[in-house]
């Protein structure tokens, strides 16, 4: 009986809450306001970093990759605490491309930047950056690039098949002034007084002296083991680790890495078959901690067509976040083919992060090409003619062949990607 009296006095509890509740129109179940405030302050002060967004899939902070349109790819951009990879091109042109425009996004924003290089002096890429666009600049040169393609497509046009219309378009230039990220003119410098303004640290790795890490000396190159020093002190030092909560003013750290995996860095993966990787596995190992714990991005550019053993790369793409390949036509066969004559290469998504999940996430848009125009950079859904022409060779329809296998969705597939088209 006391049991029951106890239920019947709960529900009578209850009861009067709701009622209560219903009178002041607030319920019982609502946050109250001092409770939430601490992390609500929290939340608003990271998302008011200045060229972060957060994910509208997991509320993830985002920072945009230089690229509006490699952003859109990746799920809105590029999360922070989290590594991209670029496999690069095979001469190195593109990829190089791709990283200054990441160091530019972060100059652009006042982001701090960390720069390291075994090839080239820090000091000398910034000097490389491309200068930003204003809307207005790039609206025009989009409609410049359309006026001059407008007649070439007008008669080509009845040739391509109708359910080619259907399919999604990737954002070719800015939709509206709050638009996430920037685009700018590979034909121009960065202006001086920009760079200067500027916070960054470089790595030049023939000028750094030896440092010690707290990790065995024989599993990492001497070269790695200063830049994750250098990495290290930077994001403890300089607060990105969130160690001095009073620091009202939060900002995101930019680490771009170029080659990494090559000679220079003192790696013999590229040179053997038989190449010991435990010291590149470990490195990207220890990085990926230290990014996970701070406001932090990074970007690496690996020369990934040089490394001969594929269970290297299979190690590398599964300690990367995200992972995008650049294959560029230029010294192939595709080159003087007249059916790639409007791209200067292919772009894969190999790899895109699920954070907080135990696999990831993979594109289902494989039919992807990039340009270099005279001014921007571009990235376009392929489209192959469906119907060959007589000019065509022989040799061109069997390379059109092999890759149309490979295609996605956007060629010779429907926008559902399960059913082939019936001409």
Known sequence: ???????????????????????????????????????????????????????????????????????????????????????????????????????????????TLLVASAKEDPADILQELPAPL???????????????????????????????????????????????????????KMPQELIEASKWHGFFSPEKSSSTLNIEPCSLTHGYIKLLQFIQNIIYEEGFDGSNPQKKQKNI??????????????????????????????FLYVLRGLLRTSLSACMITMPTHLIQNKAIISRVTNLSDTVVGLESFIGSERETNPLYKDYHGLIHIRQIPRLNNLIYDVSDV??????????????????????LSDTVSRSSKQDLAEPSKLLGPGCGVMAGGKKHLDF
Not at 13 to 25: C, D, F, H, P
């Open 1 to 111: 009986m006391a049991a029951v009296a106890t239920c019947g006095t709960g529900a009578g509890s209850t009861g009067s809450m709701v009622a209560a509740g219903g009178k002041n129109n607030v319920t019982s179940f609502q946050r109250r306001g001092p409770r939430a405030s601490g992390s609500d302050s929290s939340y608003s002060r990271l998302v008011s970093i200045a060229g972060t967004r957060p994910s509208v899939r997991n509320g993830q902070l985002l920072v945009s990759t230089g690229l509006p349109a490699l952003d859109q790819l990746l799920g809105g951009g590029l999360a922070v605490g989290t590594v991209l990879l670029i496999e690069e091109d095979k001469y190195n042109i593109y990829s190089s491309l791709l990283f200054k425009y990441f160091l530019a996004e972060g100059i652009i924003n006042g982001h």
């Open 134 to 188: 204003l809307d207005d600049n790039v609206k025009k040169d989009f409609d410049e690039d359309a006026c001059n393609h407008k007649t070439a497509e007008s008669n080509i046009k009845m040739k391509i098949a109708w359910r080619y219309q259907l399919l999604p378009k990737m954002e070719a230039g800015p939709v509206s002034s709050s638009r996430f990220g920037h685009y700018y003119d590979a034909s121009k």
């Open 253 to 282: 750290l930019r680490i771009g890495i170029q080659n990494l995996g090559s000679p220079l860095w003192g790696d013999d993966i590229c040179c053997t078959e038989n190449g010991n990787s435990h010291s590149l596995t470990k």
């Open 366 to 387: 494989k039919d992807l090409a990039f340009k270099l125009k005279k001014k921007l950079f571009t990235i376009e859904r392929l489209h192959l003619p469906p119907d």
